[in-house]
């Protein structure tokens, strides 16, 4: 079972103070204000956005494990916001519409949406969809645990330790080392890897990125000055060493 499951599961019990981020987008303040104080109440930690520009920048800048998405967004269709997500991230979406017709419901899940839920809703049949979405996102996601030469990796409780020390990395550079893992032996250039940590329109900021590789290695190197498991490819961008 994923930590991220059990996480939500103590969350509805009331048992643990450190909750789920939940990404609450709707254009009806009535609407926002009412889900946070639903969902705080579980112990949820919520952030609101009214937009679909808002939504996209709020997920880079919060990094929320649920979404709540309504479709209709004064900037764009909600569905649009679903399909540049699914571009660059499988973070669980749940919509929440008025739309009731049949083709509505077809395209937000086509595009990517996890769950379609009706206005009007009851809170505990949103919990339950919530749960569903926590668990099928759990699934897709591998966890395996890395180690190599001194430094370890538990993709399954966001846990880095460096020759056996605990090392706090930023929710930046814990994506930036998650997405190099993963793709541990393989060269990802600056724009992919730009892409997948920050989401579009990022493609072009190479600052961001090797000020943030400058602070990964910086925690997990034992010489910062000489990295030897983040490998640059001069002019392509970053390999992770691959454990033998």
Known sequence: MSELYR??????????????????????RAIRR?????????????????SGQEALTAVI???????ILDLGLPDMDGVDVIRQLREWTHLPIVVLSVRERETDKV???????????TKPFGISELMARLRVAVRRSAQLEPEPVFSLEGLEVDLAHRRVSSVGKEVQLTPTEYDLLRVLLLNAGKVLTHRQLLRQVWGLGYEDEMHLLRVNISNLRRKIEPEPNRPYFIVTEPGVGYRLRAAV
């Open 107 to 117: 395209s937000a899940l086509d595009a990517g949406a996890d769950d379609y839920l």
């Open 34 to 50: 009412f889900l946070r104080t639903s969902l705080s109440a579980y112990n949820y930690v919520v952030y609101e956005a009214s």
């Open 61 to 67: 800048a919060h990094r929320p494990d649920l979404l």
């Open 7 to 28: 996480q939500l599961t103590r969350n509805e019990k009331g048992m643990n103070d450190k909750g789920l981020r939940v990404l609450v987008v709707d254009d009806e």
